[in-house]
């Protein structure tokens, strides 16, 4: 069975005009007119379970939108979605015990009481034994080393402290999907990377399903294998990550440091057979911009025979700069053309 199976959805909100002065809003009071905004433009998309998936976009495109009909807050305004198995909107009893929601911007978890208080109340919310919510609670607070939180109330944690928490939260009855909107947004890189490993981890040993929605693209390079681009609510790219880099980037760099003096002239020389653009940085150490057509090692096989070379770093492009200029540039028409 799909953890998720989403064919044709569309989401369009009625947003209600207001006229300009006085006169206008008057006029509002007795006769409304709305606008229609598309926030999610007939998008189809399969995830298959125990999948990792980056679900990205600017902001507006429709991320947020998308899962809160995936997780049963929105109703579609058309098409079809399984998540689970079930329709979110329809069956949502059943549906919820299957599913962990995390919104790094908003929180699950009760202000002013201690955390493990909230957690007791998603216990009763989940239905789930007093027996299971220990062993499982007992996991995630050794994983995710929470035990001296357990007591404090939530308005008293920092940002990192609480995501961890609601991370756990989400976990407490075990779902085999979880969505993530922003999971790591504000939090510094020694909480990302906890967390990422946290995630990685339960991936891999459990089969959790996970969509992720995020800015911060180390979370997709580090997570998932297959990411979901959108742009003004409609798909624009579908597919692996090394394959957007590979047709998106447009080549890699290789820096070299030399163990003596070195010609630019020499340089181009020996690569003379090679579309390659060469640098020099100082008289020891240039770069060759390669683009993907040409082979590392053999580009690397051309300056080996000619100069002796102490160090080299081979550089990609990173996703964000692909992303960004894919963005950027208007080429996400392109990209569905070439999906
Ligand atoms: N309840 C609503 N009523 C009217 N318009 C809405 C509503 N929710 C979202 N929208 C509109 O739908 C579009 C998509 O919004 P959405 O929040 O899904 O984008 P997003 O990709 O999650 O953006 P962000 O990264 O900023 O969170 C936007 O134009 C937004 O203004």
């Known amino acids: ?156 944690l920092s940002l990192g402290q609480r995501m961890r928490c609601e991370l756990v939260a989400s976990l407490l009855h075990n779902p085999s999907i979880l969505f993530l909107d922003e999971p790591t947004i504000g939090l510094d890189i020694v909480v990302k990377t906890e967390i990422r490993d946290f995630l990685m981890q339960m991936n891999r040993e459990q089969g959790t399903t996970i969509l992720l929605t995020t800015h911060d693209l180390q979370d997709i390079e580090a997570l998932c294998s297959r990411v979901i681009m959108l742009d003004d609510g409609r798909i624009i790219y579908d597919g692996g990550l090394d394959d957007l880099k590979n047709r998106w980037s447009k080549g890699r760099e290789i820096q070299f440091q030399f163990a003596g003096h070195t010609q630019l002239a020499k340089l181009r020389q020996l690569t003379e057979s090679l579309d390659v653009t060469w640098s020099m940085e100082n008289e020891v150490t240039a770069k060759m911009w390669l683009p993907h057509a040409v082979n590392v090692s053999d580009a690397l096989a051309c300056v080996v025979g000619g100069v002796e070379i102490r160090d080299i770093k081979i550089i990609e492009t990173n996703t964000d700069d692909i992303v960004r200029s894919i963005y950027s540039s208007g080429s996400a028409s392109t990209a569905k053309e070439t999906v």
């Open 1 to 156: 069975m799909l953890a998720i199976d989403v064919k044709d959805l569309r989401k369009q909100f009625s947003v209600q005009k207001n006229r300009e002065g006085l006169s206008g809003a008057l006029k509002d009071l007795f006769k409304r007119e709305y606008n229609e905004v598309t926030a999610v433009k007939d998008i189809s998309f399969q995830i298959p379970q125990g999948e990792i998936c980056g679900y990205i976009g600017e902001n507006g495109a429709g991320k947020s939108t998308t899962i809160k009909m995936l997780t049963g807050i929105l109703v579609p305004t058309s098409g079809e979605l399984k998540v689970n198995g079930y329709v979110p909107f329809k069956d949502r009893e059943k549906f919820v015990n299957g599913i962990g929601v995390v919104f790094g911007q908003r929180s699950q978890l009760w202000w002013d009481i201690g955390v493990i208080e909230s957690f007791q109340l998603l216990r009763k919310v989940y239905r789930v034994s007093e027996a299971d919510f220990r062993k499982r609670l007992n996991e995630l607070v050794e994983r995710l080393q929470l035990g001296e939180l357990l007591n404090r109330p939530v308005r008293k």
